[in-house]
């Protein structure tokens, strides 16, 4: 099993920066890929960003290109997402995932997740 707690989410102002943690535990060497996914209310839950597990490979939705960053300390288990120049549409439950399988962007691919943190921006 693989346990994975999020961190970081909270209330920032559009322009602002916010920076997400997912800190994983437990049979994480299964792990070929971390992601970060959001969902906001009443709206499907959708990729944000990925990363393999050296952190040599990185894949974005197209709406947070150029904003957010994904990276990892595979000292510590852990997964970032840096957020900056955020907007109100940003707002929503961030959640992090585990795949077994390298280089997926779709939510189905995931078998592992974390609780979720919310994140809002206000305008």
């Known amino acids: 099993q693989v346990q994975l707690v999020e961190s970081g989410g909270g209330l920032a102002q559009a322009g602002g920066s916010l920076r997400l943690s997912c800190a994983a535990s437990?049979?994480?060497?299964?792990?070929?890929?971390m992601g970060w996914f959001r969902q906001a209310p009443g709206k499907e839950r959708e990729f944000v960003a990925a990363i393999s597990r050296g952190g040599g490979s990185t894949y974005y939705a197209d709406f947070v290109k150029g904003r957010f960053t994904i990276s990892r300390d595979n000292a510590k288990n852990t997964v970032y997402l840096q957020m900056n120049s955020l907007k109100p549409e940003d707002t929503a439950v961030y959640y992090c995932?585990?795949?077994?399988?390298?280089?997926?962007?779709?939510?189905?691919?995931?078998?592992?997740w974390g609780q979720g943190t919310p994140v809002t921006v206000s305008s």
């Open positions: 995932a585990g795949s077994s399988t390298l280089g997926v962007t779709t939510t189905s691919r995931y078998g592992y």
């Open positions: 437990g049979r994480t060497l299964s792990i070929l890929t």
